[in-house]
């Protein structure tokens, strides 16, 4: 038999408003243990964004640990127009190695915006395998 598969999710239906141009942290996956150091651990976010002021498109980054942490996986860039709405997505595969605990952060960044937009609804799930 193999290994058992371990499913994380998060989810938020209220709106996070996002006040600037800069990178912030919109959904939060913690996994309480990674059973060996080949474990693979699979994400996916999806997020619904609303551009801010000014906004021309929108970038979705997993990290580990934080805004800063290491990146997994690329980037995924969305064209938006100012005040537009859209659904997007992002994926990344990661073997975090011999760690009590994992954490990894969906990001995203406005680009161009001058005032708030937000992200509602955000839904993010990691599968550990």
């Known amino acids: 038999m193999g290994q058992p ?27 309480p243990e990674v059973p060996d150091p080949e474990t693979t651990v699979s994400i996916e976010a999806t997020l619904g964004i609303l551009e801010g002021t000014n906004g021309t498109a929108v970038t979705l980054k997993i990290r580990r640990n934080s ?39 969906v990001t995203q960044l406005q680009t161009g915006c001058t005032a708030a937009g937000a992200v509602q609804p955000a839904y993010a799930m990691a599968v550990i395998h």
Do not use: F, K, W
Request: aromatic share 6%; proline share 2%; net charge negative.
């Open 67 to 105: 805004v800063s942490g290491t990146q997994v996986g690329g980037s995924m860039v969305y064209t938006l127009a100012a005040a537009a709405y859209a659904a997007v997505s992002i994926a990344a595969d990661d073997v975090p190695g011999d760690v009590a605990q994992a954490v990894y952060v």
């Open 5 to 31: 598969v371990n499913i994380v999710t998060y989810q938020n239906t209220t709106s996070q408003a996002i006040t600037d141009a800069n990178e912030h942290v919109v959904a939060t996956l913690t996994i």
